[in-house]
């Protein structure tokens, strides 16, 4: 049985059952159950059509829960609309999907949450870690974004802007994180683009794939992290770096600028100097004051202090990111980096010490364990 097709199918058969009346939580429950009995049953006799027999399966488990609820005893007239057997539209109904999940009945980050966990296949403490927030906590915001839209009708989709960000937290995942979800993410925002006339869809594609062109000189052949200044940068895909220059220089002429414009506009910058030591680090400065600007955000600001970092010296830098929280995650990395370059590798090792134990994953963790290392033999030379 082939489990990919069965996942690639599952967001357009919840589409389905939702636009048919069915609340998100019950659909959710009904495909889950019709997976469950595509795993018993395909092997031995796969359908002609996966996905009409997925949709007509699902569909009949939640009659049979709605039949089995005293409290759902009206959804009884919606058997005559039980979708007959046969093909089923074959449209990608993912895009779709995320912004029925970004109901107007949730606010923006409970809409993001669920979306994450019900449409973009991640799990509680990787959404947890993308918010900066204890997993617990995580768990406890999407069981209540369930509640909320159970029983609700999907038929009011949500805004653009939440679903933006959806795409934005899903590619973040896939680029660095442990599910590869990165090219979906650019699949879904270039239909989204195609579809809707706005600088901000635009800014997060040109971003998307600036970051995306360098994807291949980000790790070694062991799997190591390979730092920005020391990719290979003949490795990087100029083509896409080009198109995302070109889609992002067309949105900022709109002058209406937002978040993903100006990260976009960060990573042009970086795509566009032909040697670290090139980097037009003043400009990224002028584009990070944008950002905090736009978001207030501690992460922001921390990027931003490596930024001052290099453009006006590790003082400087060590001086802004003095402004801000030591609980934030990878502050003790951009600490030890800072440190480094100021010429104090004994505050720089312990530091990078720190930060590997802090690290959300293993390439991180030895990256920044091997940086304390170097500086220790350094010192015992």
């Known amino acids: 049985m082939d489990e990919a097709l069965v996942r690639s199918l599952t967001p357009g058969v919840l589409t389905i059952l939702v636009r048919r009346g069915a609340d998100f939580a019950a659909a959710e429950d009904a495909v889950q159950d019709a997976l469950i009995e595509a ?146 993410a650019i699949r879904l925002t270039r239909q989204l683009a195609t579809a809707i006339d706005h600088p901000e869809v635009a800014g997060l594609l040109a971003l998307m794939l600036l970051h995306h062109a360098r994807r291949a000189s980000r790790t070694g052949p062991d799997g190591s992290l390979v730092p920005l200044a020391e990719q290979d940068r003949g490795r990087w895909d100029t083509r896409m770096i080009a198109e995302g220059i070109g889609i992002l220089q067309a949105a900022l002429a709109r002058d209406r600028l937002g978040e993903f414009q100006a990260q976009a506009a960060v990573a042009a910058l970086h795509a566009d100097a032909p040697t670290a030591g090139e980097t037009d680090w003043v400009q990224i400065v002028e584009w990070y004051d944008e950002l905090a600007r736009l978001t207030d955000s501690p992460v922001v600001r921390l990027n931003r202090a490596v930024a001052i970092g290099e453009a006006d010296g590790p003082r400087a830098g060590l001086a802004a990111l003095a402004a801000l929280d030591e609980a934030l995650p990878r502050y003790a990395a951009v600490a030890a980096y800072l440190h480094e370059r100021d010429g104090d590798p004994e505050t720089a090792a312990r530091l990078y010490a720190e930060a590997a134990r802090k690290a959300p994953n293993l390439a991180e963790r030895d990256h920044l364990t091997r940086q304390a290392a170097r500086l220790n033999a350094g010192r015992r030379r």
């Open 39 to 184: 795993f018993r049953v395909w092997p031995a006799a796969p359908p002609r059509d996966p996905k009409g027999w997925l949709v007509t399966v699902a569909w009949r488990k939640f009659l049979d829960q709605a039949r089995a609820d005293s409290a759902r005893r009206r959804r009884e007239d919606l058997t005559e609309d039980e979708p007959p057997p046969g093909p089923a539209p074959g449209v990608d109904d993912t895009l779709q999907l995320y912004f029925l999940c970004a109901h107007p009945s949730l606010t923006p980050s409970s809409a993001v949450a669920l979306t994450l966990r019900a449409v973009g296949g991640l799990t509680t403490r990787q959404i947890a870690r993308a918010y900066l927030v204890p997993e617990a906590t995580m768990a406890q915001r999407i069981s209540r974004a369930k509640r909320t839209v159970s029983g609700v009708r999907f038929d009011r989709p949500g805004d653009v802007a939440t679903v933006l960000r959806v795409l934005y937290l899903v590619f973040n995942e896939g680029y660095s994180g442990d599910v590869d979800l990165a090219a979906e």
